[in-house]
């Protein structure tokens, strides 16, 4: 019977009609942001009368990013004529809907993930041959993977089983950093209430399940607490913010996690992380690096690498907190030491990222250049 009420449902969508001009934009469920907002916003400020632009969203999402009059809210009529009438579906996760995609309609996903720095999916464990993977749920509805480089366009067939045309583009979220300016910043640190004349550190870690306990969670950074010449932010996952077991940080801390981390990395003279793919949106910056890998030999018995990280990553790894502090005093030095490996690792990964990714994509969807993969 939900078979049946599924395939009428989609019958009754038939009936409308695609628009050419009309386009949706979706990240997660509950957030604007991402490749798919720079995408947007570029449309907003550059051809706003060009296309007709829709964000779908759950209704509690923030929408003060997007004119309101764009939002369409799931599980409403709205909702899914805006999805049955666009011609171009913009996504950035293999999000799902009852609601199947006509033949003339055109899903291009610009995925959420920066690069391809540890492992996932089948490439963690699975020893299937590639061409015995199984596209993971929603991907067959995909017509086009535009990829940031072609590291990640090869981990895309090899980690989720991905089979169908990939074209590289680079990330369009990268376009802000690249065309940054001195205000936009001074603008932004006022926003976040940073103290001036400081260095601003940047600590965002990668998701690990043993973070999950409740209350449980150590800040493995408060050492930089005696540093008082330093801002430091925190940018933690979600779910693992709520599982901090301090209430109270020291005065020198500011956690803004769940804040969009493009503006954060905009405001940061140093980024500490581990094992997370931000570094390549970081990187673009030229600014420096430090790898806090302090649980790494645990970690690699779990979690393998796509990249040489004792050779790759443009900045020192450390293990101890005496060692961070150290690091974040010599942070000059260590700029110097590895600028040169920042660059190449620039070259090698950010080549597309010339702060005209979303130029070179609407500037395809205006000359119908994606209609080759019509029925892919």
């Known amino acids: 019977m939900k078979k049946i009420l599924i395939n009428l449902f989609n019958l009754f969508f038939k009936i409308f009609k695609v628009k050419n001009n009309k386009i949706i934009f979706q990240s997660s469920p509950d957030k604007i942001d ?30 003060s990013l997007v004119d309101k009059k764009d939002c369409s809210y799931s599980r409403t009529f709205r909702y899914f004529y805006d999805l049955a009438t666009s011609k171009y579906w913009i996504r950035s996760h293999f999000n799902g809907s009852i609601l199947k995609k006509k033949k003339n309609q055109i899903y ?26 199984k596209p993971l749920e929603y991907i067959e509805e995909c017509n086009c993977f535009l990829a940031a480089e072609k590291y990640v366009a090869s981990t895309m067939k090899t980690s989720i089983g991905f089979n169908k045309p990939i074209e590289e583009f680079g990330m369009c979220r990268t376009d802000y950093l690249v065309n940054l300016n001195k205000k936009e910043i001074e603008i932004l640190k006022k926003k976040y209430n940073l103290l001036k004349n400081k260095k601003t550190i940047l600590y965002a870690p990668t998701f690990r399940d043993n ?18 010449d330093v801002n430091v932010i925190i940018c933690l996952h979600p779910l ?45 910056l030229e600014r420096p690096i430090i790898f806090y890998m302090y649980d790494i ?31 974040i005093k010599n942070i000059d030095e260590i700029e110097k030491k590895y600028r040169k490996q920042l660059k190449n690792f620039n070259k090698k990964y950010n080549y597309m990222n ?23």
């Open 297 to 327: 030999d645990e970690y690699l018995k779990y979690r393998a690498f796509y990249l040489d990280y004792k050779k790759d990553l443009p900045g020192p790894i450390i293990k101890t907190e005496n060692e961070l502090y150290d690091s």
């Open 108 to 133: 291009l996903q610009l995925w959420h993930g920066a690069g391809e720095f540890k492992k996932c999916g089948y490439d963690i464990e699975d020893k299937l041959p590639i061409d015995k993977r």
């Open 240 to 284: 693992v913010a709520k599982s901090l077991k301090i209430t109270k940080l020291p005065d020198n801390f500011y956690n803004y996690s769940g804040v969009d981390i493009i503006e954060l990395l905009t405001i940061s003279d140093v980024l500490i992380t581990d094992y997370s793919s931000t570094i390549f949106d970081y990187s673009i």
């Open 211 to 228: 973070n999950l306990d409740n209350n449980n969670y150590e800040l493995p950074i408060l050492s930089l607490k005696d540093n008082k």
């Open 34 to 63: 991402g490749n798919p907002y720079a995408l947007y916003k570029y449309i907003k400020d550059n051809c706003p009368d060009e296309f007709e632009t829709r964000w779908l969203i759950s209704k509690k999402t923030d929408i």
């Open 354 to 376: 010339d702060g005209h990714v979303n130029e070179r994509i609407v500037n395809k969807i205006k000359e119908n250049y994606f209609d080759k993969y019509i029925g892919e």
